[in-house]
C-alpha cells in the first residue's frame, strides 16, 4: 500500500485509463452541473443529427461539447479542492470560484453562437 502521492505516478496506460474513466464516474455521480451540460450536449447531438452538418460543423460541436464538460469537470474539481484546503468562507476563494464560473460561462456563449450558426449554415 502507497502513503506517498508520488508513489502512484507512471502507472501503466491500462491502470491511467482506469483512473481517467473512475474521475468521469465521480463527476458524474457528484455533479449536477457536469450531468446537466452531458444532458444539453446529448440534446444537441441528436438535434444535429437530423440536421446533418458537415463534417466541420461536426468537428467544431462536438469539440466545444467536449470542451464545456471538460471546464465543468475542472471547475468542480478546483471547487472541491478549495473546500477540502479552505473550508471557510474567504474572498480570494469566492473569487476563484467565480472566475471558474466564468470560464464555463465563455465556453457556453461560443458554444452557444457555433450551434445557432451551425444550425443556420446547414438548413
Ligand atoms: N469559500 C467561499 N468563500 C467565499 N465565497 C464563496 C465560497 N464558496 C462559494 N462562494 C461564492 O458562492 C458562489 C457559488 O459557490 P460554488 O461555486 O461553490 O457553488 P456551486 O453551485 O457548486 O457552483 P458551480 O455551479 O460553479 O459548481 C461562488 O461563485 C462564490 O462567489
Not at 473512475?22 to 438535434?47: C, W
Not at 471546464?71 to 480570494?92: C, F, K, Q
Amino acid at each position: 500500500m502507497e502513503n506517498n502521492a508520488a508513489d502512484l505516478k507512471n502507472q501503466p496506460f491500462k491502470q491511467k485509463l482506469q483512473f481517467a474513466l473512475q474521475g468521469l464516474g465521480y463527476a458524474f455521480k457528484q455533479e449536477s452541473n457536469v450531468r446537466r451540460h452531458i444532458f444539453f450536449g446529448l440534446t444537441a447531438l441528436i438535434l444535429f443529427a437530423f440536421v446533418q452538418p458537415t463534417a466541420i460543423w461536426w468537428a467544431l460541436i462536438v469539440l466545444v461539447i467536449c470542451l464545456i464538460i471538460a471546464a465543468e469537470i475542472l471547475n468542480s474539481s478546483i471547487e472541491a479542492m478549495l473546500d477540502h484546503l479552505h473550508p471557510d468562507i474567504h474572498p480570494t476563494v469566492g473569487c476563484i470560484k467565480d472566475m471558474l464560473a466564468a470560464m464555463v460561462l465563455l465556453l457556453s456563449i461560443a458554444a452557444g453562437i457555433i450551434g445557432v450558426l451551425a444550425l443556420v449554415d446547414s438548413i
